[in-house]
């Protein structure tokens, strides 16, 4: 069994178009190649979405949480590409389905996504994820996503 992948920040902003304040995924750890793994996000208070989320009681969107889960998967599937430095393809959204939102997340809170390739067809992808904070579950979603030029 082979060792999981890990891609850092500067590699991830290599795989996906997204910058600041919209990046959401600050590590991905590939457990099996353009399948499954999990993106990490260190959830601080400088999150520009907590001045008005809420002030004095600063949660972090839903929304949010399910485009960290689809970021996530899409930086999974660029990251099995054989030219990840020269990859000119993006993720787009197109769905998504029976999204749940157990938990608040916090400043403070370490986001895990959790992804997992549940089909595939042409360059159509559907994912189901699960977003946890300390091994509980915060969120999860089905989406599906077309990679585009």
Same mark, same amino acid.
């Given at each position: 069994?082979?060792?999981?992948?890990?891609?850092?920040?500067?590699?991830?902003?290599?795989?996906?178009p997204? *910058?600041?304040?919209?990046?959401?995924v600050?590590r991905?750890?590939?457990e099996?190649p353009?399948?499954?793994?999990?993106?990490?996000?260190?959830?601080t208070?400088?999150?520009?979405?907590?001045?008005?989320h809420?002030p004095g009681?600063?949660?972090?969107?839903?929304?949010?949480?399910?485009?960290?889960m689809a970021?996530t998967?899409?930086?999974?599937?660029i990251?099995?590409?054989?030219n990840?430095?020269?990859?000119?393809?993006s993720?787009?959204?197109m769905?998504?389905?029976?999204?749940?939102? *157990?938990?608040?997340?916090?400043p403070?809170?370490?986001?895990m996504?959790?992804?997992?390739k549940?089909?595939? *067809? *042409?360059?159509?992808?559907?994912f189901k994820g699960?977003?946890?904070?300390?091994?509980?579950?915060v969120?999860?979603?089905?989406?599906t996503?077309?990679?585009?030029d």
């Amino acid at each position: 069994m082979s060792e999981n992948k890990v891609y850092h920040i500067e590699e991830i902003m290599k795989m996906l178009p997204h *910058r600041y304040p919209f990046l959401l995924v600050d590590r991905l750890v590939v457990e099996e190649p353009g399948v499954k793994g999990y993106g990490i996000k260190n959830v601080t208070m400088n999150e520009e979405f907590f001045q008005g989320h809420f002030p004095g009681n600063p949660v972090m969107p839903g929304v949010l949480q399910i485009e960290a889960m689809a970021q996530t998967a899409g930086a999974l599937v660029i990251s099995s590409f054989e030219n990840v430095e020269g990859n000119k393809k993006s993720v787009y959204f197109m769905s998504i389905d029976g999204v749940k939102f *157990r938990k608040m997340v916090k400043p403070g809170d370490q986001l895990m996504m959790h992804v997992e390739k549940i089909k595939e *067809r *042409r360059n159509v992808f559907v994912f189901k994820g699960q977003s946890m904070v300390d091994g509980a579950v915060v969120s999860e979603a089905e989406f599906t996503a077309m990679i585009a030029d």
